[in-house]
T-cell receptor, first 110, second 115 residues
């Protein structure tokens, strides 16, 4: 089966850096996605990793270690609008569906 | 707006009634997915289509749930004899083969409340 773990909640200060971790256990790994979801809204795509290493996209970066079953999402220069849930999801070779973790609710304080 | 659209946005029904939701994917997206999300949880996969073919269905999906995508464009999700446990946000997403990551784009969801 699959198991995806993320912290339930995190709090950070505006302007700071926060790292949201995700660990997973799955067979036939074929990519890891990060999505952002504001309360009451649809998830929006942030990043994708399929090879080990860091992918940087503006203030957001995502890292993957396939051997450790580990990823993190790094958010720099936090803004109040970054307060949202951040969802980690994996895709397997056998399917295009995404398997989501429960999400990490991030609160950015002034 | 050329994103994924869903209708209705909200649905309140009584236990035992049937409900049907519609999803219109992004134009030219050949894959369409249905997920269900409850408060404090991530989306849970229900089923997905490649064009008009339903390729995968979650084992969690009971026989009361059925989905169609008759012409490979819009899709409908029907829930028969609704139960209170069906109350959730039903999300639709679409993706296109050949895109960089085959990432899924989500619609705004249909919030179902079963009384």
């Amino acid at each position: 089966g699959q198991n995806i773990d993320q912290p339930t909640e995190m709090t950070a200060t505006e302007g700071a850096i926060v790292q949201i971790n995700c660990t997973y256990q799955t067979s036939g790994f074929n990519g890891l996605f990060w999505y952002q979801q504001h309360a009451g809204e649809a998830p929006t795509f942030l990043s994708y990793n399929v090879l080990d290493g860091l992918e940087e996209k503006g203030r957001f970066s995502s890292f993957l270690s396939r051997s450790k079953g580990y990823s993190y999402l790094l958010l720099k220069e936090l803004q109040m609008k970054d307060s949202a849930s951040y969802l980690c999801a994996v895709r397997r070779n056998s399917s295009y569906k995404l398997i989501f973790g429960s999400g990490t609710r991030l609160l950015v304080r002034p | 707006d050329t994103g994924v659209s869903q209708d209705p946005r909200h649905k309140i029904t009584k236990r035992g009634q049937n409900v049907t939701f519609r999803c219109d994917p992004i134009s030219e997206h050949n894959r369409l997915y249905w997920y269900r999300q409850t408060l404090g949880q991530g989306p849970e996969f229900l089923t997905y289509f490649q064009n008009e073919a339903q390729l995968e269905k979650s084992r969690l999906l009971s026989d009361r749930f059925s989905a169609e995508r008759p012409k490979g464009s819009f899709s409908t999700l029907e829930i028969q004899r609704t139960e209170q446990g069906d109350s959730a946000m039903y999300l639709c997403a679409s993706s296109r083969d050949g895109s960089s990551y085959n990432e899924q784009f989500f619609g705004p969801g249909t919030r179902l409340t079963v009384l």
